[in-house]
């Protein structure tokens, strides 16, 4: 069995930066699609960004795209999504998630899910 472990949340002031990890255990995962969704109070989850199992494919939610980044080094069974200038409305916990050979949005796709990460932003 899978478990993703997720790392790199904290507090920050809008504009600046962190970077999140998710590091797999149970068995290697370079043929799963890997993505990062978010949750805020009271707001439904949203897709953030994902990177197909062979990296050539990456999506971004449009209040993301040109400030954060997805990446994977697969040797380390690891995944990071690399937020720039972030804005309080970035605030949410936020879940990595691997879905076998397949890159979607709904978060239905997903096959293992981390326990989530706080990110908050303040102004």
């Known amino acids: 069995q899978v478990q993703l472990v997720e790392s790199g949340g904290g507090l920050v002031q809008a504009g600046g930066s962190l970077r999140l990890s998710c590091a797999a255990s149970?068995?290697?995962?370079?043929?799963?699609?890997m993505s990062w969704f978010r949750q805020a109070p009271g707001k439904e989850r949203e897709f953030v960004a994902g990177?197909?199992?062979?990296?050539?494919?990456?999506l971004f939610a449009d209040s993301v795209k040109g400030r954060f980044t997805i990446s994977r080094d697969n040797a380390k069974n690891t995944v990071y999504l690399q937020m720039n200038n972030l804005k309080p409305e970035d605030t949410a916990v936020y879940y990595c998630?691997?879905?076998?050979?397949?890159?979607?949005?709904?978060?239905?796709?997903?096959?293992?899910w981390g326990q989530g990460t706080q990110v908050t932003v303040s102004s």
């Open positions: 998630a691997a879905a076998y050979r397949r890159l979607g949005v709904s978060g239905r796709e997903y096959d293992y």
């Open positions: 149970g068995r290697t995962l370079s043929s799963y699609a």
């Open positions: 990177i197909s199992w062979s990296g050539s494919t990456e």
